[in-house]
């Protein structure tokens, strides 16, 4: 079983930056795959980004490429999202998941392939 708990949302103008962070338990986080999703009001779920094990591989979304990137720090068992020009679409709550399973190009993005989520955070962005 793997906790996760995300931290670092809030309410921010246009065009700032905020550093999402998702902390998890356990001591094998380095054999999870992490990924980031978010839901907006009235909108379904969607992928934001994903990091490989060991951090070599990294994939986003392409409303978010260049703005926003994934990290993580098997040491500390996070994953971070550092989210950079800040839009109003980007307004929701976001989601950390960890995946027990290799992720490949046609899977990291899909939600089902996630075994265990955060209670999400909220990101507003004002325009």
């Known amino acids: 079983q793997v906790h996760l708990v995300e931290s670092g949302g809030g309410l921010v103008q246009a065009g700032a930056s905020l550093r999402l962070s998702c902390a998890t338990s356990?001591?094998?986080?380095?054999?999870?795959?992490m990924g980031w999703f978010r839901q907006a009001p009235g909108k379904e779920r969607e992928f934001v980004a994903a990091?490989?094990?060991?951090?070599?591989?990294?994939n986003y979304a392409d409303t978010v490429k260049g703005r926003f990137t994934i990290s993580r720090d098997n040491a500390k068992n996070t994953v971070y999202l550092q989210m950079n020009s800040l839009k109003f679409e980007d307004t929701a709550v976001y989601y950390c998941?960890?995946?027990?399973?290799?992720?490949?190009?046609?899977?990291?993005?899909?939600?089902?392939?996630?075994?265990?989520w955060g209670q999400g955070t909220q990101v507003t962005v004002s325009s």
């Open positions: 998941a960890a995946s027990g399973t290799t992720l490949y190009s046609s899977t990291y993005s899909l939600g089902r392939q996630y075994d265990y």
């Open positions: 356990g001591r094998t986080f380095s054999s999870y795959s």
């Open positions: 990091i490989s094990r060991s951090g070599g591989n990294r």
